[in-house]
Structure formats: structure tokens, C-alpha cells
């Protein structure tokens, strides 16, 4: 009878072995070939779009910064109240406009990464873009706050479409953290919530490009006033940002919503799925 047990448990472990070890080279051979694996897919004018995309994004957060920095005065902190300001345009424009749009686009401008490390990043870039759209925010209630006298706040329909993207923003990082990162929900729970991150992300990006547009409107007019209409150097600069950044905000809708370029799952994606650890 011992010797029979023994011949059980042996059995039983040389068989747990067999398993585990075709497993792991099942997985490993997976991750060797991923890229060999990787869907075919119908790619035509992606890499031209996207990178036209990323140039006017660029070009876009350049010229906001020189229009801050040339036409209006240049970068200070709390010593000049009204340069402080200029972090404001510059710092939502790179963060809630550019980062944000890379955040979306990442996941089909990387689509032959693993998912795993394009959440990762995807959280990342938010919270780079976070922390500056949080060092803006601060900068214009300083001009506001700190001014003599002071300026009254959120009273303009830019600062009530802006405070709400923020807040969406916001929201959308913390609900998406808790349901695909950490702790992560179950993957039918999972999928039930993709599509209204996505939308709402999508309505955030679109939120904060209407946001700055109404926001570049408000102070060509406050600064040039009736100037404005004889087309000086910084109406028209400041014009052809708007025009920018609607161009952007398009070429991005697009990338994003386009089905052929939808980033299709991988071999170790749907081991990731089934492992829990997706």
C-alpha cells in the first residue's frame, strides 16, 4: 500500500509538471512570436495621419507658447500676477489637449505592445497631465485671486466647459485606475464599463479643445479689443492657433474611431484575460 501511494503522488506530481511546463512554454513561445502573431490588419494612412496629427499637436503648444511669451510679456510667478497667468494657456494646452490626445492614441500608435504596459503608460501620461493641468489651474485663480483688486472667478463660459473637463478628467483616471488597474474588476464588469470610458474620455479631449478655444477668444478680446478687427499680428497668431487646434482635435477623432485601426488583441493578451492578470 505505501508502495502504492507512492506511485500516486509521484504520478500526480509528474503529471502537475507536464502541465505547468507546456504552460510555460506555450506562454513563452506566444511572447517569442508576438509580433509574427500579431493580427494583419487594413493600416493605410495611419502612420501619415498620426503623424500629421502629432505635428499640429506640437506645432500647436509651440505657438501658444510663443504667443505667451512674446505677445504676452513672457513667465513670472506670484511676484507678477499677470505673467503668472501665462502658465495657464500653455500648460492646459500641453496637458489637457496634447498628453491627453497621446493617452487616447497610444493604444493604436503601440499596437503591437503588450496591454499590460500600454495601461501602464496610458495612466502615466494622465497623471503627467494632470499635475500640470493642476499647476495651470493654480496659476489663473493666483491672477485672479492675487490681483488688485481681485478678479472674480469660474463666471465665464469658458471657466465653467474647462472646470468640467478638468473634473471629468479627473474622474474618468480615477474610475478607469480602479476598474482595469487597480484592484481591477472582473473582465464581464470590465467590458461592460470600456465603452463609457471611452466615451467619456473622448468627451473630455473634445470638452478641453472647446474649453481653450473659448478661452483664446475671451482674451484676444480683452487684450485687443477693437483692435481685434483691423487683424493685428496677435489676432491673427492667436486665430490660427484656434484653427489648430480644431484641425488637431479632428485628426485625433478620427484616429481613434476609425475601426481598421483599431488595435486588435494579442496571444498574450488573452492569457493575461484568462490568467486574472489583464
Known sequence: MGVLYGVVIYSAKHLRWNKYSKSYFSVSESFRHSDMDAPQQNLEGFITTFGVAQAVGALTVILVTVWAGHYRGGFAWRSNVDLEFNWHPVLMTFGMIFLYANSIMIYRAFRNNRKR???VAHMLIHVIAFILVVIGLVAVFDSHNLKEPPI?????????????????FACQWASGFVTFFFPGLQSPLRATYMPVHVFFGLAGFIAA????????????????NTNYAKLPAEGILINFIGVLLVAFAGLVMYLVTEPRFKRQPLPEDEMLLTSGRE
Open 117 to 119: 504596459r500600454l495601461k
Open 152 to 168: 472674480p472667478n469660474l463666471y465665464t463660459l469658458h471657466s465653467w466647459i474647462g472646470l468640467s473637463a478638468v473634473i471629468l
Open 209 to 224: 479643445v472647446i474649453a481653450a478655444l473659448l478661452g483664446l477668444t475671451e482674451k484676444v478680446l480683452w487684450t485687443l
